[in-house]
């Protein structure tokens, strides 16, 4: 057993910027605190911005739109590649257009309750007081939304609500989205407010006296790391989800920004919260390299089933009727195939675990449109799944239409991140996380088409307000001297380990690394953990760090264009925070949403939260590497929604 | 499978790059093409070579970095993106020829992978919409006739992967100026800015060195995305409309 669980649990948390009194009136009440900047000086002051997605393209648009100098880094050739790119479904807002009793106060009770009572009443229901202002923006942007013939804004609904109030571009939100954020980042490039350097990434954070000041990151073009200063620094750099090696999440998408910041300082919030997606293209063999999800929809209209008998490797259509499990249906004949993500990913896993999964290797499931076919006709079920369909045809090279579809969960987005207050600032002062990278609004499970909600809120509405706040306190002063030892610290430590990575020349390349640490982290921390299989993973994972600097091989050298290096870089990171999730899992001992604890279950096995003692948000202080992280908690209060126990047998 | 890859090779844009050869064995049917070359750079790295440079992010199809011309084909034999290209869509004993986007426009990188910055400056020029953050009336304010809608998703669809460039014999950007200036010009809310957008970025479009029209229609063919030839004329029509429009 090693020291690393050994954690000591240090001073709690507490947000001291969410102001008190009824939440509706929050929001108003902190943005009238906020100190303002003089528009003449807002020029004078440098915000670097990380990340081109949804969170941060809206940020360092909006951001020089007010007449700040906004200096922006995205990893990609272009920032109209960040994977915010690949969301398909939809994003809420609180619009009620369809006159079905939607209202702020409804998106914000579901939002609420479906991240399982684990988010911060103040934050969510800011982020529906938001949602609706987000429509306004984007169609003013010109981003193609569905309409009707009348030439309204057309809706649909999605998991967990009652209610239409999700707005689409057909499977492709989020690339539209995405685009009128990057549209108006580039339109400030054009104006000269926005200075962007693409193909550069961020290797860690400058903090001169106690703030966050810069950071350093390196032209992946050259190789050459440099240094940029500001008057603060925004993280909006996605999730941590590819720690698990396969996940839906883009090749590059990766933690070394906010794993970087923890390490300088920032507490890192719920790690191990993640969300797993019940509906995607299950792997074919060993040299996937990631999943596909296929949209949440399918399950309206698809019937999910396994053989009865273990082992059946009869083609689907060999096997009859009474010889299936329609397991979804048999255990919660209630909601039947539309259980929410995290109980239909658990179901699938189970079957699997018995030897009764489809597919190679057994890891899949039949999502079954044979029954809708006969019901609706196949013409009708082609208008409404067709391009997923075809996306489905040309992975497997199998005819969704005659045999049914082979799915199987898969890692999709993680609702822990860099802790925040209510400014959406971190635990260093100047350092402010928005998007997927924070922990704020998500609970322990995310609802669908509420991320591209999120990111937009925090990037568009919340930080340009908050960040004034800060920077109105902190003036611009004196240029940080590069010469500074905290600045030469920072930039030893980066080149040192690039050199370290390339002077191992071992026997084993990064992608190897990064699978190994995925695939223990996948059975040990994901759909289904136990305190044993946590302790285990603890025990494995300084083991295989070991390894790793010892038998890393990064051919070429750091002054080129190196993906080998790049890759090794990024793998070092999910080491370490690999490790955090696990210890964040371990600790808590209770089941909810997304984190599934097989110690704490109801006797039907559904998933048992315990209030009393895990009503906190977990934010970790970083010690050292391999030494045990200090536990601060902010503790929850739910004045208007309040918790209950799920069911949906 | 065991395949034959003829695979350009350059250090920097610098360098000069030329045409290496690699045999891979054991490559399933099932593999994406880019997963048969990380087949293959596993296999370099450990030998010690420098594996072969390519963009790729997203595998899905959307992000638009991946950009590889196989067999002389922009993104490959199937009419899709290179990450969604399969290799039961090549046969046992193949030779297969792999190398990047070429256009004058695109300089190389390294390898396979080009500068496609161009691009990204010609939506700077116009690309966008004015509409500054809490400006934006109600969403439905401005009903926009379906038809309309639909027209605008269609050419919004690009992806910006450059294979409409890559494909055109006179390294064209038409089909992806087009593509925004359709997106944009037939929304009532990129009405104001209807003229200015085509014409500057159709002068961008020339000063960053694409090469002209001829409508051979290659672009049309080799885009992943389906955006349409007559995307081309259409913005022709804008341009010279602008024209006629500011001149008065």
């Known amino acids: 057993m090693s020291d690393y669980t050994n954690y000591r649990t240090g001073e709690p948390l507490v947000d001291a910027k969410a102001p008190t009194g009824p939440v509706a009136e929050r929001w108003d009440t902190r943005r009238f605190q906020a100190k303002l900047v003089n528009p003449a000086n807002r020029r004078k002051h440098t915000v670097i911005v990380v990340g081109t997605g949804l969170a941060g393209g809206s940020a360092g648009a909006t951001l020089a739109e007010q007449g700040y100098h906004v200096v922006q880094f995205c990893f990609q050739d272009s920032p109209r590649r960040a994977h915010s790119v690949a969301a398909q479904g939809g994003i809420n807002a609180a619009k009620n257009y369809r006159n079905d009793g939607d209202s702020v106060h409804r998106l914000f009770y579901d939002t609420v309750k479906g991240g399982d009572f684990r988010a911060r009443e103040s934050n ?43 707005f689409y571009a057909r499977g492709q939100t989020g690339q539209q989205l995405l685009l009128g954020a990057y549209q108006a980042l580039s339109r400030q490039i054009a104006a000269g407010n926005v200075e962007l350097h693409a193909r550069t990434e961020m290797l860690d954070l400058i903090v001169v006296d106690g703030k966050a000041r810069g950071i350093v990151a390196r032209d992946l073009v050259t190789g050459k790391t440099d240094t940029y200063f500001a008057d603060a620094v925004v993280l909006a750099t996605g999730g941590y989800g590819n720690v698990f090696y396969l996940s839906t999440n883009a090749m590059n998408s990766n933690a070394t920004a906010i794993w970087r910041a923890h390490r300088r300082g920032a507490y890192f919030a719920n790690p191990c919260f993640t969300q797993i997606h019940p509906t995607c293209i299950p792997r074919t063999g060993d040299h996937q390299s990631k999943l596909t999800l296929m949209s949440e929809s399918l399950r309206n209209d698809g019937r999910i089933w396994v053989p009865k008998a273990k082992g059946d490797d009869r083609p689907a259509n060999r096997i009859p009727e009474d010889e299936r499990d329609y397991y979804l249906e048999r255990i919660y004949p209630a909601f039947g195939n539309l259980v929410p993500r995290d109980i239909a990913s658990r179901a699938a896993k189970n079957v699997c675990d018995e030897g009764r999964g489809v597919g190679p290797g057994g890891q899949g499931v039949y999502l079954d449109f044979a029954e809708a076919i006969a019901r609706m006709g196949r013409k009708k079920v082609e208008e409404k799944y067709g391009n997923l369909f075809d996306m489905y045809a040309r992975i497997t090279a199998e005819n969704p239409y005659e045999t049914p579809m ?46 591209l909600m999120q990111g937009l809120a925090d990037g568009y509405f919340v930080l340009p307000s908050t960040i004034n706040d800060y920077l109105a306190r902190n003036p611009h002063t004196e240029e940080i001297d590069a ?59 300084p083991r295989i760090r070991e390894e790793f600097w010892r038998r890393i091989k990064v051919p070429g050298t750091g002054e080129q264009f190196n993906q080998s290096l790049e890759k090794a870089n990024r793998v070092v990171d999910y080491l370490e925070l690999a490790e955090l999730m696990c210890l964040d899992a371990l600790h808590r001992a209770e089941s909810c949403g997304g984190h599934f604890r097989e110690e704490s279950q109801t006797p039907d096995g559904e998933a048992a939260r315990r209030d009393e003692e895990f009503s ?12 045990a992280p200090v536990l601060h908690k902010e503790d929850l209060v739910f004045e208007y929604v309040h918790p209950t126990q799920r069911s949906y047998a | 499978m065991k395949l034959t890859l003829r695979v350009w090779r350059q250090q920097n844009a610098e360098a000069p790059g030329a045409m290496a050869t690699y045999e891979v064995d054991g490559i399933s049917q099932d593999m994406s093409f880019l997963e048969m070359l990380d087949t293959l750079n596993e296999e370099l790295i450990l030998s010690g070579d420098e594996p072969v440079a390519f963009d790729h992010d997203c595998r899905e199809g959307i992000c638009g970095a991946c950009s590889l011309v196989i067999n002389g084909d922009a993104h490959g034999p199937e ?31 390294k390898d396979l992978v080009v500068d496609r910055s161009s691009f990204d400056r010609i939506i700077q020029a116009g690309g966008y919409i004015s509409a500054p953050t809490g400006t934006a009336p109600d969403a439905h304010a401005t009903p926009v006739p379906k038809p309309d809608a639909d027209s605008a998703f269609e050419h919004a669809e690009c992806i910006g992967c450059g294979a409409c460039v890559a494909a055109c014999p006179n390294g064209s950007a038409m089909l992806f100026t087009s593509a ?49 030839l007559p995307s081309i004329t259409a913005m022709n029509k804008e341009w010279l409309r602008a024209n006629r429009k500011v001149r008065r």
């Open chain 1, 124 to 166: 969510v229901h800011r982020l529906a007081e938001i949602s609706v202002e987000i429509i306004d923006q984007c169609v003013a942007q010109g981003v193609p939304f569905a309409r009707e013939y009348g030439g309204l804004l057309d809706n649909r609904s999605f998991g967990g609500v009652q209610v239409s109030r999700t």
């Open chain 1, 406 to 451: 082979r799915i199987y969960p898969a890692v999709h987005y993680t609702m822990g991140g860099l802790w925040v207050d209510y400014d959406l600032q971190t635990t260093i002062p100047g350092l402010f996380a928005i998007g997927e990278a924070n922990f704020s609004d998500h609970g322990a499970n995310r609802l669908g088409a509420s991320a």
């Open chain 1, 483 to 541: 010469g500074h030892p905290a600045v030469t610290e920072a930039v030893a430590e980066t080149e040192d380990r690039l050199n370290l990575l390339l002077a191992v020349d071992g026997d084993r390349t990064p992608d190897s690394f990064h699978r190994e640490i995925g695939e223990l982290m996948w059975e040990f921390c994901g759909m289904a953990r136990t305190e044993q299989g946590l302790r285990e993973a603890l025990d494995r994972i």
């Open chain 1, 616 to 627: 906190y948000a977990a934010a970790w202080e970083f010690s050292a590497t391999g030494d």
């Open chain 2, 79 to 109: 009419r899709t993106t290179t990450c969604q290209l399969h290799m039961r869509s090549f046969e046992d004993g193949d030779t297969i020829d792999v190398e990047p986007w070429r256009a004058s426009a695109f300089p190389v990188v």
């Open chain 2, 180 to 228: 925004k200036v359709n997106h944009l010009n037939v929304l009532p809310q990129g009405a104001p800015e209807r003229e200015t957008r085509v014409l500057d970025m159709v002068a961008t479009m020339d000063d960053e060195g694409f090469g002209g029209c001829t409508l051979t229609g290659e672009c049309a063919t080799a885009c992943p995305k389906g955006i349409p």
